[in-house]
């Protein structure tokens, strides 16, 4: 219900453009009797800010207040959201309406964490009451299942097993100092461990979203190019077969990803590598492929490319980078590093609708997009390091030497090579002396 809930908020938002060219045309459409800064940027600024903030927020929530209480958070924030644009269209004025918006999307937002809104749809068709009506009915919708979520996370969400067990250990370590100064060492002393993992992170889950983003703003372009007389519906059609094969993907990496022969790191590289090879060949041949009176053969090999980068950025970096984020780092501070991981994502999908927006030469996408697959792959290959089959109590039992001073004593499967970046291999050397199977004694002792 979680995932549908945020999924049904993500997607219908998209449309709220639409609703409000048709409700208030001289504010939203022509910008008359409106500030358009204030109508063009604010609204959009926001909403980024809000995606950001949201994911930070979750970050810490999820480390300090406990998986639980954290989920409970941000349910009960987007479900005020949802309610504030249920009844915005009865705001009165287009200056009102902007008000109750703007505070509804800074609420729904923090829960965002794929997708970037745009704006659908034909407005010739409604008039205001029609369009205030359907707006209402989609989130008085949205907003009847939030509130089955938050009832249900409220009433029968339990704790995560594994951060009671962490909080537990913890409590029952002498600590030195105030709380405040505990919790601030235990994120210096990680940080100087685990930078390279929080970089890593960070970087490809840029690199994917520009490209994924990238992929997405140039659709029009590649079906426009295949079937320039093509009606809306036709263009529909081939949006959603584009969907479809993206939608294999995804099944190809749910049914392959835990498996240790391909696992998490390959299948990233692979993508990349992959979406890289794609946008290359479309940049290096657009006169061939792309270009107004291109052959026909041409462009079904374009339609053919296009369709394969689609399938391996699911089938690879958008399959894994939210995941490996997740998975790399210490239960006490995992939730704070995923946060920062998918901020920083969001800021390549920013930043792939406004350069990408700026490019006049379409061509020009195809190549920056090849460039950020590149950077994803290199710094995958260089940096991130692989989870698949790893059972990750291993990072909280380094985690723990760790923060002693005795990391060099650790014992474990979390330093076997097949585990570690090359960087952690090559560079900082954590398997040469550090690796072999715990024993049961040894395991015994460092949960004591």
Not at 72 to 77: E, F, G, L, N, Y
Request: with cysteine.
């Amino acid at each position: 219900m979680g995932m549908f809930s945020e999924a049904y908020i993500v997607f219908s938002s998209g449309q709220i453009g639409t609703f409000q060219q048709v409700m208030y045309p001289t504010c939203y459409a022509t910008v008359v009797d409106c500030d358009y800064a204030l109508v063009k940027h604010v609204a959009s600024y926001i909403l980024i800010c809000g995606i950001m903030a949201g994911m930070l927020l979750w970050g810490f929530l999820g480390d300090y207040t406990g998986r639980k209480w954290g989920s409970r958070c941000v349910s009960a924030i987007m479900l005020s959201g949802c309610i504030l644009l249920t009844f915005s269209p009865w705001a009165g004025s287009p200056y009102g309406y902007f008000a109750y918006f703007v505070t509804a999307q800074t609420c729904i937002v923090i829960l965002i964490s794929m997708a970037i809104f745009g704006q659908t749809g034909t407005v010739k068709e409604m008039t205001f009451t029609g369009a205030q009506s359907v707006l209402a009915l989609t989130y008085g919708f949205g907003a009847v299942a939030c509130v089955v979520m938050v009832l249900y996370r409220f009433i029968y969400l339990h704790e995560s097993k594994l951060f009671e067990e962490v909080a537990l250990i913890e409590s029952s370590i002498p600590q030195q100092g105030t709380q405040s100064a505990s919790v601030l060492r235990r994120h210096v002393v990680s940080l100087r461990q685990y930078w390279p993992r929080q970089m890593s992170a960070s970087v490809t889950w840029i690199c994917n979203d520009f490209a994924f983003y990238g992929n997405k703003l140039q659709q029009g372009l590649f079906i426009s190019l295949l079937y320039p007389t093509a009606t809306p519906f036709v263009k529909q059609q081939w949006t959603v077969l584009n969907g479809f094969i993206a939608l294999l993907g995804y099944y190809a990496a749910a049914w392959i990803i835990d498996r240790k022969w391909y696992g998490r790191v390959r299948m990233q590289n692979v993508g990349f590598l992959a979406m890289f090879v794609f946008y290359i060949i479309i940049y290096g041949q657009w006169e061939n492929m792309g270009a107004h009176g291109a052959p026909g053969a041409g462009v079904q090999a374009f339609q053919a490319l296009y369709y394969l980068s689609s399938f391996f950025n699911q089938f690879g970096p958008n399959a894994t980078t939210w995941l490996v984020a997740g998975e790399i780092f210490p239960t006490d501070i995992r939730s704070s590093y995923h946060g920062f991981a998918a901020c920083m994502g969001k800021l390549g999908a920013i930043i792939a609708s406004l350069w990408i927006s700026y490019i006049a030469d379409q061509r020009k996408v195809f190549l920056v997009s090849a460039l950020w697959g590149i950077a994803g792959w290199f710094f995958t290959t260089v940096w991130m390091p692989d989870t698949t089959g790893l059972e990750l109590e291993e990072y909280d039992r380094v985690q723990r030497y760790l923060l002693e001073g005795r990391f060099k004593e650790y014992r474990g499967e979390a330093v076997n090579p097949r585990h570690l970046s090359l960087w952690e291999i090559y560079v900082l050397g954590w398997h040469k002396t550090n690796y072999h199977q715990l024993s049961g004694v040894n395991v015994g002792y460092e949960m004591l």
